[in-house]
């Protein structure tokens, strides 16, 4: 006989996991954080998340994967990276508050044009105007970020404070650090790992619209930030620096149904002008990429993500495009142990 | 709640109490000028205002804790009584309401959607306000009074059953029992999906932009007075709301009004009303009191969240008695800007007890019926913050309309106190007693016709249009108004009850219940309520003979109304899916106590940290 169950309760827990994993995934700082990449989950969420990054530039001047890589003038690339990432939730100084660590490998390929390559950056027995042709694989440089709400979000601590939560206005402060421990070869021009530290200096905010409750959700996000970058003092046996780029991410996000959402996306970056050995190479970035990202959450725990996003203004010299493809999986003891109690006989 | 908190509890609903008793002993300036103006030879005005399943101790001068300024201003004004009387559900009421006589003489002798077999088209059981009696409406019509109406109808839907036909000659009105309080006016029953609105007689193809039921129906009496007050006659207005009906409802900046107000849970906000209620001699200290319904948790058994999640249902009652009180409020206000609030007599009752059983599961039905597919295409959303927003269907349930009916047992569609008895306010010239509470009158809402016709001076008629009206059974109470007498009836009159088969007697202190299992005892029963409101003990074996009175009374009842009890009624199998009632004892089980938790350390254990702990 099928056993009846208390309504009131299941309510609760069906709500609690909506907040914990409609929207859960972790920053992807390969490309930009992502929508929803800072609503805030219950004091002791885990999350887990795998993805698989596609992306394909082809640039007449200094171009990058990420803000952190440096790609020669007058390049193609392509990569091919996955990224595995753990975020714990928390409550810091009483604020909800996030740290995530993500590690990033994979292969990337560059072909340089040589002919508008200063002599002194050629590699040895390559010939200006020459076909070069380099690759890279490995693991990249790890990344940790501390994100923590200012405004907004109460502590999510308690499933009263889940109950209780309908945020409007929402500002946090994250602060991310690359340490530079990844694959680099000193005789490349292109690596996965970048010897030498960086960083970012964030503020996330959001406004949500309606009703908080899944399938009703609306937000506008916004996060200016500031990427800062130490030198790389062995980049060809020559010194590497950037200046610092400046970037906003954008999203509009709905709720299409329960366990539906897409966002439309806008990342704009500028800055990062490069010198090596004190001379400018290029010119400063700027580029503004649009894209869709479509999330749909499979079982309480799970949830996948994809996203298209492609350069449509900034510089003209420059083609980009990136395809995501990621799988989160979400866990809060709490809620297991509810499912426990109430899937297995209790 | 630790001692501190338990102490400032008591010192802050002490300080409430006070507040309000004071308020109501000290009447205001303009109550004495509502008493002090001149006599004219003006007929009064007659504002009549029915709230739809507010229960009996949701006003501030009747115990509650809801912020209702207006309706507590009225009572300052004017009097109020404990012991009105209305019917178990609203049709039903409105039929006694409107005609002054009983519901099965009236058309309404049950439900028209509820209807037992060998009821359907019998005399009486009609289903609309048949045309045995005339309303209200038609005879002040006739006798050189506007007659206007926004809100509920509920009395037929047929050109003539509707209001313009039955005596309203301006009217703004939702022809059925329930449904959304906004513009997309789905229906609660799927055999009419589309809540049928008449404006004038005529169909409404397009609500009003912002259509909200309460203030639509506000703006729209405030323009039928404006309107039609250039020839000086007299009116008589009936503000039928919807509110606090289910499903709750509420515009999207009244919907947190009450944050966190009943996070509490409904034991303790029921035992501070009880306590207001007795400050304010409502409720007469050492009487018994209902208890929470045996299938009922305790509230401190709920997990924080829980009565978190409860509580927000119980803040969007809340919220719609609140609004219903503000845009009273306008009425009044506009009443006073034209010169006529103090020519005005002002009535606000309820239309039953409150709302406790699942209308929202009945509806629905199951999967597969109609039932199911009207509530997917309108009503399917219950995400816990999107209560009260369109496209959901809250009711706040048993347990928060045992609290509405505190100190009485059971709630709407029960002859149990719960179901029946309702606030009483009465206000405007020629009331005498402002502030005044008064106990020892036993009313009925029959008794509105003709208290409404005796104050404008008009006799009842008994032909209508060639045809013979039914007798009025209901008292006026013109003469205790003015004071010369404490109530209507002697102790030996007496009132009856019958819907869905459950059924009641009483006269004077003494009731006679009858209620399926498992509320009642698919029998008589017998109550003496000066000492048990709450109709905790009965007392048929040691009364007897009071007993075999009261059960004749009610023979004379069901022959003189010719009540048919129906072959079936939506109650007979209550006991469905109910626990079995076992008697409740304080020490057991053992751990009980879990009232003296403090409610903040029950939050930290819910915490996943505390818990972990």
């Given at each position: 006989?099928?056993?009846?169950?208390?309504?009131?309760?299941?309510l609760?827990v069906?709500?609690?996991?909506?907040?914990v994993?409609?929207?859960?995934?972790?920053?992807?700082?390969?490309?930009d954080?992502?929508?929803?990449?800072?609503?805030?989950?219950?004091?002791?969420?885990?999350?887990?998340s795998?993805?698989?990054?596609?992306?394909?530039?082809?640039?007449?001047?200094?171009?990058?994967?990420?803000?952190?890589?440096?790609?020669?003038?007058?390049?193609?690339?392509?990569?091919?990276?996955?990224?595995?990432?753990?975020?714990?939730?928390?409550?810091?100084?009483?604020?909800?508050?996030?740290?995530?660590?993500?590690?990033?490998?994979?292969?990337?390929?560059?072909?340089?044009?040589?002919n508008?390559?200063?002599?002194?950056?050629?590699?040895?027995?390559?010939?200006?105007?020459?076909?070069?042709?380099?690759?890279?694989?490995?693991?990249?440089?790890p990344?940790?970020?501390?994100?923590?709400?200012?405004?907004?979000?109460?502590?999510?601590?308690?499933?009263v404070?889940?109950?209780?939560?309908?945020?409007?206005?929402t500002?946090?402060?994250?602060?991310?650090?690359?340490?530079p421990?990844?694959?680099?070869?000193?005789?490349?021009?292109?690596?996965?790992?970048?010897?030498?530290?960086?960083?970012?200096?964030a503020?996330p905010?959001?406004?949500?619209?309606?009703?908080?409750?899944?399938?009703?959700?609306?937000?506008?996000?916004?996060?200016?930030?500031?990427?800062?970058?130490?030198?790389?003092d062995?980049?060809?046996?020559?010194?590497?620096e950037?200046?610092p780029?400046?970037?906003?991410?954008?999203?509009?996000t709905?709720?299409?149904?329960?366990?539906?959402?897409?966002?439309?996306?806008?990342?704009?970056?500028?800055?990062?002008?490069?010198?090596?050995d004190?001379?400018?190479?290029?010119?400063?970035?700027?580029?503004?990429?649009?894209?869709?990202?479509?999330?749909?959450?499979?079982?309480?725990?799970?949830?996948?993500?994809?996203s298209?996003?492609?350069?449509?203004?900034?510089?003209?010299?420059?083609?980009?495009?990136?395809?995501?493809?990621?799988?989160?999986?979400?866990?809060?003891?709490?809620?297991?142990?509810?499912?426990?109690?109430?899937?297995?006989?209790? | 709640?630790?001692?501190e908190?338990?102490i400032?509890?008591?010192?802050?609903?002490?300080?409430?109490?006070?507040?309000?008793?004071?308020?109501?002993?000290?009447?205001?300036?303009?109550?004495?000028?509502?008493?002090?103006?001149?006599?004219?030879?003006?007929?009064?005005?007659?504002?009549?205002?029915?709230a739809?399943?507010?229960?009996?101790?949701?006003?501030?001068?009747?115990g509650?804790e809801?912020?209702?300024?207006?309706?507590d201003?009225?009572a300052?004004e004017?009097?109020?009584f404990?012991?009105?009387?209305?019917?178990?559900?609203?049709?039903?009421t409105?039929?006694?309401?409107?005609?002054?006589?009983?519901?099965?003489?009236?058309g309404?002798?049950?439900?028209?959607?509820?209807?037992?077999?060998?009821?359907?088209?019998?005399?009486?059981?009609?289903?609309?306000?048949n045309?045995?009696?005339?309303?209200?409406?038609?005879?002040?019509?006739?006798?050189?009074?506007?007659?206007?109406?926004?809100?509920?109808w509920?009395?037929?839907?047929?050109?003539?059953e509707?209001?313009?036909?039955?005596g309203?000659?301006?009217?703004?009105?939702?022809?059925?029992?329930?449904?959304?309080?906004?513009?997309d006016?789905?229906?609660?029953?799927?055999?009419?999906?589309?809540?049928?609105?008449?404006?004038?007689?005529?169909?409404?193809?397009?609500?009003?932009?912002?259509?909200?039921?309460?203030?639509?129906?506000?703006?729209?009496?405030?323009?039928?007075i404006?309107?039609?007050?250039?020839?000086?006659?007299?009116?008589?207005?009936?503000?039928s709301y919807?509110?606090?009906?289910?499903p709750?409802?509420?515009?999207?900046?009244?919907?947190?009004?009450?944050?966190?107000?009943?996070?509490?849970?409904?034991?303790?906000?029921r035992?501070q009303?009880?306590?207001?209620?007795?400050?304010?001699?409502?409720?007469?200290?050492g009487?018994s009191?209902?208890?929470?319904?045996?299938?009922?948790?305790?509230s401190?058994?709920l997990?924080?969240a829980?009565?978190v999640?409860?509580?927000?249902?119980?803040?969007?009652?809340?919220?719609?008695?609140?609004?219903?009180?503000?845009?009273?409020?306008?009425?009044?206000?506009?009443?006073?800007?034209?010169?006529e609030?103090d020519?005005?007599?002002?009535?606000f009752?309820s239309?039953?007890?409150?709302?406790?059983?699942?209308l929202?599961?009945?509806?629905a039905?199951?999967?597969?019926?109609?039932?199911?597919?009207?509530?997917?295409?309108?009503?399917?959303?219950d995400?816990?913050?999107?209560?009260?927003?369109?496209?959901?269907?809250?009711?706040?349930?048993?347990?928060?309309?045992?609290?509405?009916?505190?100190?009485?047992?059971?709630?709407?569609?029960?002859?149990a106190?719960?179901?029946?008895?309702?606030?009483?306010?009465?206000?405007?010239?020629?009331?005498?007693?402002?502030?005044?509470?008064?106990?020892?009158?036993?009313?009925?809402?029959?008794?509105?016709?003709?208290?409404?016709?005796?104050?404008?001076?008009?006799?009842?008629?008994?032909?209508?249009?060639?045809?013979?009206?039914?007798?009025?059974q209901?008292?006026?109470w013109?003469?205790?108004?003015?004071?010369?007498?404490?109530?209507?009836?002697?102790?030996?009159?007496?009132?009856g009850?019958?819907?869905?088969?459950?059924?009641?007697?009483?006269?004077?202190?003494?009731?006679?219940?009858?209620?399926?299992?498992?509320?009642?005892?698919?029998?008589?029963?017998?109550f003496n309520?000066?000492?048990?409101?709450?109709?905790?003990?009965?007392?048929?074996?040691?009364?007897?003979?009071?007993?075999?009175?009261?059960?004749?009374?009610?023979?004379?009842y069901?022959?003189?109304?010719?009540?048919?009890?129906g072959?079936?009624?939506?109650?007979?199998?209550?006991?469905?899916?109910?626990?079995?009632p076992?008697?409740?004892?304080?020490?057991?089980?053992?751990?009980?106590?879990?009232?003296?938790?403090?409610?903040?350390?029950?939050?930290?254990?819910?915490?996943g940290?505390?818990?972990?702990?």
């Amino acid at each position: 006989m099928k056993k009846s169950r208390n309504k009131p309760t299941e309510l609760l827990v069906g709500f609690a996991l909506a907040a914990v994993f409609l929207s859960v995934h972790s920053p992807a700082f390969a490309v930009d954080d992502g929508a929803r990449a800072y609503w805030k989950l219950r004091d002791g969420s885990h999350l887990t998340s795998v993805q698989y990054l596609f992306l394909d530039m082809q640039a007449t001047d200094s171009q990058m994967f990420d803000p952190s890589h440096f790609i020669f003038p007058n390049s193609e690339a392509e990569a091919s990276l996955f990224m595995a990432s753990y975020a714990h939730h928390f409550t810091l100084f009483d604020r909800p508050s996030s740290m995530a660590l993500n590690l990033l490998g994979g292969s990337a390929d560059v072909d340089i044009n040589t002919n508008l390559l200063p002599t002194q950056f050629l590699p040895p027995g390559v010939a200006a105007g020459a076909s070069l042709s380099q690759s890279a694989t490995g693991f990249g440089d790890p990344t940790v970020q501390l994100d923590v709400n200012l405004l907004g979000t109460p502590p999510l601590v308690s499933t009263v404070d889940l109950v209780n939560y309908e945020p409007t206005w929402t500002l946090d402060a994250a602060a991310m650090l690359a340490v530079p421990i990844g694959q680099y070869d000193d005789d490349k021009l292109i690596n996965i790992g970048q010897n030498r530290f960086y960083g970012r200096l964030a503020l996330p905010m959001k406004y949500h619209f309606g009703a908080f409750a899944p399938g009703y959700m609306t937000s506008i996000e916004l996060t200016p930030s500031v990427w800062l970058f130490d030198e790389n003092d062995d980049f060809l046996g020559r010194k590497l620096e950037n200046d610092p780029l400046w970037q906003v991410e954008g999203h509009v996000t709905h709720d299409l149904t329960r366990n539906f959402f897409g966002s439309l996306d806008l990342l704009y970056r500028r800055g990062f002008q490069s010198e090596i050995d004190g001379d400018e190479v290029g010119d400063e970035l700027e580029v503004g990429n649009l894209g869709l990202t479509l999330n749909y959450q499979v079982t309480d725990n799970v949830t996948i993500r994809s996203s298209y996003s492609s350069n449509l203004f900034g510089d003209s010299d420059l083609d980009n495009s990136v395809v995501r493809l990621q799988f989160v999986y979400g866990w809060h003891r709490l809620d297991e142990n509810f499912k426990k109690l109430t899937k297995h006989g209790g | 709640m630790d001692l501190e908190g338990k102490i400032c509890s008591a010192i802050s609903s002490g300080i409430m109490v006070l507040a309000l008793a004071s308020s109501l002993s000290a009447m205001p300036a303009h109550a004495n000028d509502r008493l002090q103006a001149e006599p004219t030879n003006k007929k009064p005005n007659i504002l009549l205002i029915v709230a739809d399943d507010l229960g009996y101790s949701d006003l501030g001068s009747y115990g509650g804790e809801i912020n209702t300024p207006e309706l507590d201003k009225l009572a300052q004004e004017g009097v109020r009584f404990t012991d009105f009387y209305v019917s178990p559900t609203c049709s039903v009421t409105r039929a006694m309401l409107l005609s002054g006589t009983d519901n099965h003489v009236a058309g309404l002798g049950n439900m028209a959607e509820l209807n037992a077999p060998n009821q359907i088209g019998k005399p009486g059981y009609e289903g609309v306000l048949n045309k045995r009696v005339v309303s209200v409406a038609s005879v002040l019509r006739d006798n050189g009074y506007h007659t206007y109406m926004a809100g509920k109808w509920h009395l037929g839907l047929n050109p003539d059953e509707i209001p313009h036909a039955r005596g309203f000659e301006r009217d703004f009105s939702t022809l059925v029992g329930g449904g959304s309080h906004f513009d997309d006016a789905w229906n609660v029953e799927w055999q009419t999906p589309r809540m049928p609105y008449t404006e004038d007689g005529k169909p409404v193809d397009k609500l009003p932009e912002d259509f909200y039921s309460t203030k639509t129906y506000t703006d729209k009496m405030v323009q039928f007075i404006e309107e039609g007050r250039g020839d000086g006659n007299p009116f008589f207005a009936y503000l039928s709301y919807t509110a606090p009906h289910g499903p709750l409802h509420l515009p999207d900046d009244w919907l947190r009004r009450y944050k966190n107000r009943y996070d509490e849970g409904w034991d303790a906000i029921r035992q501070q009303r009880l306590a207001r209620m007795q400050e304010l001699s409502i409720v007469d200290e050492g009487v018994s009191t209902a208890d929470r319904l045996y299938f009922l948790p305790r509230s401190t058994a709920l997990t924080p969240a829980v009565r978190v999640m409860q509580g927000r249902k119980m803040e969007l009652y809340a919220g719609m008695v609140e609004y219903m009180d503000d845009q009273i409020g306008r009425v009044f206000d506009y009443l006073k800007e034209i010169g006529e609030y103090d020519n005005t007599v002002v009535i606000f009752i309820s239309d039953n007890g409150a709302e406790g059983n699942d209308l929202r599961a009945m509806v629905a039905g199951q999967v597969g019926s109609m039932g199911f597919l009207h509530a997917m295409n309108n009503f399917a959303e219950d995400a816990h913050n999107s209560l009260g927003r369109k496209g959901t269907y809250a009711e706040y349930g048993p347990a928060w309309a045992q609290v509405s009916m505190a100190p009485f047992r059971l709630f709407k569609g029960w002859t149990a106190e719960g179901g029946i008895r309702s606030p009483l306010i009465v206000s405007g010239p020629g009331v005498q007693g402002a502030g005044e509470l008064n106990k020892q009158a036993v009313l009925h809402v029959m008794d509105i016709v003709p208290t409404a016709l005796e104050l404008a001076g008009i006799e009842h008629p008994a032909t209508h249009e060639g045809r013979e009206i039914a007798a009025v059974q209901g008292k006026s109470w013109a003469g205790m108004l003015a004071g010369s007498t404490e109530s209507p009836r002697t102790s030996e009159d007496w009132l009856g009850w019958e819907l869905f088969n459950n059924r009641a007697i009483r006269q004077g202190d003494w009731k006679i219940s009858w209620l399926y299992r498992p509320f009642g005892i698919d029998d008589w029963q017998l109550f003496n309520l000066a000492e048990d409101p709450g109709e905790q003990f009965d007392l048929s074996d040691e009364f007897p003979q009071k007993m075999s009175e009261l059960v004749a009374l009610w023979d004379d009842y069901q022959e003189r109304n010719g009540v048919i009890m129906g072959e079936r009624s939506p109650f007979e199998r209550s006991r469905k899916g109910l626990p079995d009632p076992v008697p409740e004892f304080d020490s057991y089980p053992p751990l009980r106590g879990l009232e003296a938790f403090p409610y903040e350390k029950l939050i930290e254990m819910m915490s996943g940290k505390a818990g972990a702990k």
